[in-house]
């Protein structure tokens, strides 16, 4: 069919089409625009990222040994006699000649989870319900915010027994067991208890509606849940769930992780004024009083798993910083120089990591932590590339004397805090870079080492331990510095977090149960000192 259109109608549709040519010819230009931005963006990324792999020696160099202070990761072995050893074993660690050094035993029987010490011997379902079998129940008060407490035990005690790799008693150390024979500290970490377990959680930035300090608690593997959330990502299937006190929109966000920094002496010097950076933080946000409960035990590797994949040791296999896999018949030691940077293959099948969790394409930054599978760029990615070259960590780097915020009476006094004070310039040194022009990471991690082995040297409260909040707070007062220069501060989002407590050891409080155990004839292997593996054939296995 012929259709004669008026003259006008006519003209009007050749406009239009031409208008409509025009309009396709500018999304055409514009989609070439974006395309070429995009290529671009993603060349500047990886010249950046060129750049610190040009780095990479010097990183490697000052990180391969990134774990903290010595510890002692001999296991005690004793071959005994077989019988019912369980009880046989709980009957040494819950006599009243061990009660100062054994806080509680810990094990799981069927769909249980027991909980002794001298004085009474509790159960708990998965859904938390308490059964008393004998005494009085040991982790009765599970009130959060109580500093004698022992929060979320039955999840977490469930999360740990949940993986075989678990041991066949837990054994906790009293809050003020000093065991320096062993590798402990004046400060010290790993237990069920509420001070060894409460990390700082605070959420600052774009998209925070708290404000204050707010008398609640969280878990560390919330941490995980969080960053997903405010990052674009899913995160389901984790153990944790999201904290809804800020919403995702923030085109950049920042998980900072200070090792074994106490949430208490972290907010109580933050108002006293200690701690100017964090409180920069804190006046555009909230923190919690009852802070982040750590997943037992509460020890480092674990904790950083959890907050970096959002479940709980069950889940992600990493069960304390060396343990016993009954599997395999081996010791494994995750969380040693020699083995930190590839920490992640015993990270059981399907665990994923906030970084992989991220949209496509989104770009994600790990510095100084092993907990990176996925991430765009990594620190520790960078020293497994070079791993086999023969380099040797802290050497490249400017010493810790030149480091401005370095507080210099402790550099002299304690090698550890020397090392540590490197490793976390050279953190800042990567953040800054990651920072400093361009597009920043849409996910940034950093985590800080320094605050972990200044408490452990001096325990909570001391003056070693509070210099290394402030030096730490210095490195952060630098990155705020640049994001406030750049503009950035209204798009980020900022998370501050540990891995664990801290409390301070009593000298004078020392014992070991292993000669107990030995006398009694019980075959074992005494994992990461409180991991009890039973049995000849355990106990027999070489270290
Ligand atoms: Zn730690």
Redesign the pocket.
């Known amino acids: 069919m012929n259709l004669v259109l008026p003259e006008q109608t006519a003209h009007l549709l050749v406009h239009e089409r031409q208008q409509r040519a025009a309009a396709d010819g500018r999304a055409q230009r514009l989609l070439a625009v974006r395309r070429w931005q995009r290529r671009k963006d993603a060349a500047d990324q990886r010249l950046r990222l060129a750049r610190w792999t040009g780095l990479g020696a010097a990183v490697r160099r000052t990180l391969a040994g990134v774990p903290?202070p010595t510890r002692t990761l001999t296991p005690h072995v004793s071959p005994g006699t077989s019988g019912d050893l369980r009880a046989r074993a709980l009957e040494v660690l819950l006599h009243r000649d061990l009660e100062h050094v054994v806080d509680l035993v810990c094990w799981r029987e069927g769909e249980f989870v027991h909980v002794a010490d001298s004085r009474g011997h509790s159960t708990r379902a998965r859904d938390g319900v308490a059964v008393v079998l004998t005494g009085r129940d040991p982790v009765a008060v599970q009130d959060p915010l109580r500093d004698d407490g022992y929060p979320f035990a039955a999840v977490r005690l469930h999360s740990l027994f949940a993986d075989p790799r678990a041991p066949d008693l837990a054994v906790v150390h009293t809050g003020t067991h000093h065991w320096p024979e062993r590798g402990g500290h004046l400060g010290e970490?790993g237990s069920l208890g509420a001070a060894q377990s409460r990390a700082p959680f605070l959420l600052s930035g774009a998209g925070v509606s708290g404000r204050g300090i707010l008398e609640r608690a969280v878990r560390t593997v919330d941490v995980g849940a969080t960053l997903a959330r405010l990052a674009g990502a899913s995160y389901a299937g984790m153990d944790g769930r999201p904290v809804e006190l800020a919403v995702p929109g923030a085109k950049h966000v920042v998980g900072l992780l200070w090792?074994?920094a106490p949430s208490a002496d972290l907010l109580a010097q933050t108002a006293a004024g200690a701690l100017p950076n964090v409180a920069r933080l804190l006046a555009k946000g909230c923190a919690l009083r009852g802070g982040a409960i750590a997943e037992f035990p509460s020890?480092?590797l674990v904790?950083?798993t959890c907050a970096l994949t959002g479940v709980g040791p069950g889940r992600h296999g990493i069960v304390n910083n060396a343990f016993y896999d009954r599997e395999s018949g081996e010791q494994v030691v995750p969380n040693s120089s020699d083995t930190w940077h590839r920490a992640m293959d015993w990270l059981r099948p399907g665990t994923t990591t906030v970084f992989q969790r991220l949209p496509a394409g989104a770009v994600s930054a790990c510095v100084n932590d092993p907990v990176d599978a996925g991430a765009t760029y990594s620190t520790f990615a960078l020293i497994r590339e070079m791993t086999g070259t023969g380099t040797s960590l802290v050497g490249s780097l400017p010493p810790a004397s030149a480091d401005p915020r370095a507080t210099q009476e402790h550099v002299e006094g304690n090698s550890d805090y020397a090392w540590g004070s490197q490793i976390d310039d050279s953190g800042l040194q990567q953040v800054f870079g990651l920072w400093r022009e361009g597009t920043p990471p849409a996910l940034t991690w950093w985590n800080t080492t320094l605050t972990?082995g200044a408490h452990h040297a001096g325990g909570p409260g001391s003056a070693i331990a509070r210099a290394g909040l402030r030096d730490a707070d210095a490195r952060l007062g630098v990155w705020l510095d640049l994001v406030e220069q750049r503009g950035l501060l209204e798009d980020t989002v900022v998370l501050l977090t540990?891995?664990?407590g801290m409390q301070a050891a009593d000298p004078a409080c020392i014992g070991d149960w292993d000669k107990a155990l030995t006398n009694a004839g019980i075959p074992y292997r005494d994992e990461a000192y409180g991991f009890l593996y039973l049995g000849e054939d355990v106990a027999l296995a070489g270290p």
């Open positions: 903290q970490h090792d074994g020890v480092t904790n950083h972990d540990a891995d664990h």
